[in-house]
T-cell receptor
Framework: AQSVTQLGSHVSVSEGALVLLRCNYS??????LFWYVQYPNQGLQLLLK??????LVKGINGFEAEFKKSETSFHLTKPSAHMSDAAEYFC???????????FGKGNQVVVIP | DVKVTQSSRYLVKRTGEKVFLECVQD?????MFWYRQDPGLGLRLIYF???????EKGDIPEGYSVSREKKERFSLILESASTNQTSMYLC?????????????FGDGTRLSIL
């Protein structure tokens, strides 16, 4: 079964510092990978997706992620954190080749002024 | 823009009641999904549907059922609500069965069972 691991449920980052959220997947076939963001009292919004076209994927709000097959990873980064980046972030992998998604447990990001 | 609308943002019900959560999407998507979200557990798939009148069990279907009579509407039913079903419920839709299509989410229904 495909699964996703996100370490560290809460991540604190200083305003202006690098944001790094780690995602590792397990998959027996080439995966499709997604990062979603959830702001308080809202649903999930797509940040970016990897669909094998390019290993470095740029998303919205200055985020990007790099697919590394050798490390089975799809880590999310943003060079400089902003207060508005405070939210919960979920990594997901497509599941059984039929658009089912398996989600990680999420990272709650806190931005410190 | 895709719009997924969940009928209620907050809902309070009593143990044993039959509860209906409604979800409507306006983009003619084939696929629809129901998740529940609990702190520290992420999103867990309850049921999904690839077409009208079709449904498939997800990872945690016990205590729930679903209905899809029209393409745009997907209902989640708690047959006899229990306190352990207090949670945030999220509905999602996607365009096709291709693995690379993202799911689009509603704003969620926070359900409390007393």
């Amino acid at each position: 079964a495909q699964s996703v691991t996100q370490l560290g449920s809460h991540v604190s980052v200083s305003e202006g510092a690098l944001v790094l959220l780690r995602c590792n997947y397990s998959s027996s076939v080439p995966p499709y990978l997604f990062w979603y963001v959830q702001y308080p009292n809202q649903g999930l919004q797509l940040l970016l997706k990897y669909t094998s076209a390019a290993t470095l994927v740029k998303g919205i709000n200055g985020f990007e992620a790099e697919f590394k097959k050798s490390e089975t990873s799809f880590h999310l980064t943003k060079p400089s954190a902003h207060m508005s980046d405070a939210a919960e972030y979920f990594c997901a992998v497509s599941y059984y080749g039929n658009n089912r998604l398996a989600f990680g447990k999420g990272n709650q990001v806190v931005v410190i002024p | 823009d895709v719009k997924v609308t969940q009928s209620s943002r907050y809902l309070v019900k009593r143990t044993g009641e039959k509860v209906f959560l409604e979800c409507v999407q306006d983009m003619d998507h084939e696929n629809m999904f129901w998740y529940r979200q609990d702190p520290g557990l992420g999103l867990r798939l309850i049921y999904f549907s690839y077409d009208v009148k079709m449904k498939e069990k997800g990872d945690i279907p016990e205590g729930y059922s679903v209905s899809r009579e029209k393409k745009e509407r997907f209902s989640l039913i708690l047959e006899s609500a229990s306190t352990n079903q207090t949670s945030m419920y999220l509905c999602a839709s996607s365009q096709a069965r291709d693995s690379n299509q993202p799911q689009h989410f509603g704003d969620g229904t926070r359900l409390s069972i007393l």
